[in-house]
């Protein structure tokens, strides 16, 4: 257990529905990621928070996907109307410089 | 943009017998980090190289740093079944972007 939590650990939803996902940093880490990894590839950058700020979004991140960081503390990633495409297991990370630690991830199955 | 390609992309091994994978960027990095996931689980650090030709060992396991800080290594000697798991490297661009570029991984299965 690396300190940093996320919820729901499962979600199952239905194509064109919203879905947002929560990430817990661990409390004194000033930076936070949110990664997607389908099956067999690395963990892919989605964007990444210093702060309450948002300073790096992934180009392939369309805009469906909006994520939060209020009081720079806890994360939300919503993505609205899921697509099949977007069924991959969603990971955040939180690192006080350079080494990052992650959550156990959320599976988001799109049916 | 930032490419970083990790080979061989599957590896099974027999206990005891020693393992490698190696990790190539596109671009120059700042530094590289090595991650290890276990089947079902998250990725977990395992170590950050920074300097050029840089050389470090944990236990069993050494990693490089290339001297073009584009390149890096992770070895295993004599392989056990806790190695099992895929290992990933992560460069961080020279700019300080402060992102990791993931490698797609080599996934280690041990035959004991």
């Known amino acids: 257990d690396t300190g940093v939590s996320q919820d729901p650990r499962h979600k199952i939803t239905k194509r064109g529905q919203n879905v947002t996902f929560r990430c817990d940093p661990i409390s004194e880490h000033n930076r936070l990621y949110w990664y997607r990894q389908t099956l067999g590839q690395g963990p892919e950058f989605l964007t990444y928070f210093q702060n309450e700020a948002q300073l790096e979004k992934s180009r392939l991140l369309s805009d469906r996907f909006s994520a939060e960081r209020p009081k720079g503390s806890f994360s939300t990633l919503e993505i609205q109307r899921t697509e099949q495409g977007d069924s991959a297991m969603y990971l955040c990370?939180?690192?006080?410089?350079?080494?990052?630690?992650f959550g156990p991830g959320t599976r988001l199955t799109v049916l | 943009g930032q490419q970083v390609m990790q080979i061989p992309q599957y590896q099974h091994v027999q206990e005891g017998e020693d393992f490698t994978t190696y990790c190539n960027s596109s671009?120059?990095?700042?530094?590289i980090q090595w991650y290890k996931q276990r089947p079902g689980g998250h990725p977990v650090f395992l170590i950050q190289?920074?300097?050029?030709?840089e050389v470090k060992k944990q236990k069993r396991l050494t990693f490089q740093f290339g001297e073009a800080k584009k390149n890096s290594s992770l070895h295993i000697t004599a392989t056990q079944t806790t190695d099992v798991g895929t290992y990933f490297c992560?460069?961080?661009?020279?700019?300080?972007?402060?992102?990791?570029?993931f490698g797609q991984g080599t996934r280690l299965t041990i035959n004991p």
């Open positions: 671009t120059t990095l700042s530094n």
């Open positions: 190289l920074v300097k050029s030709g």
């Open positions: 990370a939180s690192s006080p410089q350079r080494r990052q630690y």
């Open positions: 992560a460069g961080e661009r020279a700019e300080g972007a402060q992102k990791l570029v």
